[in-house]
């Protein structure tokens, strides 16, 4: 956060601080209405969270650059700040909007942490929303009341990503043969590996273990992990007091196994027990340290959350894609989005089932990770409708204009705001994977790469699609 409040006032000066007064009350507004809903945090709110972060300084970056658009143009400043906000409102409210429709629809179909991500993020777009357009605008008409100049820039920011000329087009077919590459090697090794399903989706065996001090769950999972290769470690009411679970030997149900399972259980657990206590102890939990509980965790409940998981994300893209169509009043717009989605979400599952047995951080699939996927949605999504939204607005403006250079120049005059807002969430997402702690970093790896390939993909895979189908439907006319 603090790189993010730091990065707005070096790129865009005094307004860039007057953004960053905006984000902290955004999110004081949401840990305000969590808690004055009574909500727990989980992952998969955080996650929300986290997309909340992003496009409220998405939303921020988008205002700052029109603003200096219109500058540009030569406008008065009075003039440049209402056309700014003016025409980024249409980015702003489509981006939100399409967003807002994905956490509806999850909200309303979907089951536990999808919930819990579906809360948090619409709780968050309406809150940025708020913060963006008003706050911000706010503190910008007090400032330049009596004429103060507000350039959106500093001097060392003043002419970098301005009057870009990169032909993002020319090159299309090289970035189809990559996506294909990549979504090829993603597929197959989908089919081939699988992904590593944890204890949410495939069951297992579950402890709850009571030690005589308070115990960090970062260190026993590393214990556990070593000794039954993946492991679930949370804390259960105080710090002393731990629920561990475990995939090892799901399939094999006998009583030689539960005892095997316990026995390295306890073997892992050696160095935080009191010493010299005993594996009869451990299980009859002597002076209240030890084994309290254990049971059995069904799969058929992960089948539940895969189930409503995939028939929420479905029933969001439809929404999603008709939105689009409504908004556009073309489907090659729409196809174009949820290509991209798909694709971005393919490759993050593939590179998470290509890389899972040679990274040294535990890479699972487990409610969290859904979660993780439901942000990389709404990245993508949000990421493409700001580009549409531009090419939609060129096309108004310059309709003798060739397609290409069109698209083309609505690709590079979005691109100041992509890198911005792609930068702060990525620097966000790469300090809690460094300093978050070991549970959390497989998390954090998915949202990462769901972030690069989402801004990948907003350049050279949905607006190419849409430029093709575009052309393919005219040439035929």
Not at 71 to 95: H, W
Not at 147 to 174: Q, W
Not at 397 to 403: G, L, P, R
Request: charged share 15%; hydrophobic share 50%; aromatic share 10%.
């Amino acid at each position: 956060l603090i790189f993010v409040l730091v990065w707005m006032i070096f790129y865009y000066g005094k307004a860039g601080a007057f953004a960053d007064v905006a984000l902290v009350v955004n999110i004081i507004f949401i840990f305000g209405i969590l808690a004055g809903l009574g909500a727990v945090l989980t992952l998969p709110g955080i996650a929300g969270i986290i997309l909340t972060i992003g496009m409220s300084v998405d939303a921020n970056v988008l205002i700052f650059e029109r603003i200096k658009e219109e500058l540009a143009k030569g406008k008065a400043q009075k003039d440049a700040i209402n056309d700014g906000f003016s025409n980024a409102l249409s980015s702003i409210l489509d981006a939100n909007i399409t967003t807002g429709l994905t956490g509806f629809i999850l909200l309303m179909f979907g089951t536990g942490p999808i919930q819990g991500f579906a809360t948090t993020l619409l709780i968050g777009i309406a809150t940025s929303l708020f913060t963006a357009i008003f706050i911000t605008r706010l503190f910008i008409d007090g400032y330049t009341r009596n004429g103060k100049p507000l350039p959106c820039t500093t001097s060392l920011t003043k002419n970098i990503l301005t009057n870009n000329t990169i032909e993002f087009l020319r090159k299309r077919k090289v970035s189809y043969v990559i996506s294909g590459i990549l979504i090829l090697s993603s597929l197959g090794s989908l089919v081939t590996v699988g992904l590593n399903q944890g204890v949410d989706f495939v069951g297992g065996r579950t402890y709850t273990v009571r030690f005589a001090q308070d115990v960090s769950t970062e260190d026993v999972k590393l214990e556990t992990n070593a000794m039954f290769g993946s492991s679930e470690v949370k804390t259960i009411g105080s710090a002393n007091q731990l629920k561990i679970s475990t995939k090892y030997k799901v399939d094999e149900n006998s009583a030689e196994v539960d005892e095997e399972v316990q026995n390295k259980l306890f073997k892992s657990l050696v160095k935080f027990l009191p010493k010299d206590y005993s594996y009869t102890e451990f299980l009859n939990a002597e002076n209240n340290v030890g084994k309290v509980l254990s049971g059995k965790v069904s799969p058929t409940i992960a089948d539940d959350i895969k189930q409503s998981s995939l028939w929420a994300v479905l029933a969001s893209l439809v929404v999603v894609f008709l939105y689009i169509l409504l908004r556009f009043k073309k489907w090659q717009f729409s196809l174009g989005a949820v290509a991209a989605v798909f694709h971005d979400v393919l490759i993050v599952l593939g590179i998470f089932s290509l890389t899972y047995k040679y990274m040294p951080f535990n890479m699972e699939i487990d409610q969290a990770f859904i979660a993780a996927i439901l942000t990389v949605i709404g990245y993508s999504l949000n990421d493409t409708v700001v580009v549409f939204d531009r090419i939609r607005e060129h096309l108004g403006s310059f309709k003798k204009k060739e397609m290409n250079v069109l698209v083309n120049d609505a690709l590079n005059s979005t691109l100041s705001r992509t890198i911005n807002t792609s930068l702060t969430t990525f620097f966000v997402l790469l300090v809690i994977f460094v300093f978050g702690g070991e549970v959390i970093r497989g998390f954090m790896f998915a949202l990462m790469v769901g972030v690069l390939v989402g801004t990948y993909s907003s350049l050279f895979v949905a607006s190419p699609i849409m430029l093709d189908t575009l052309k393919k439907v005219s040439e035929k006319k």
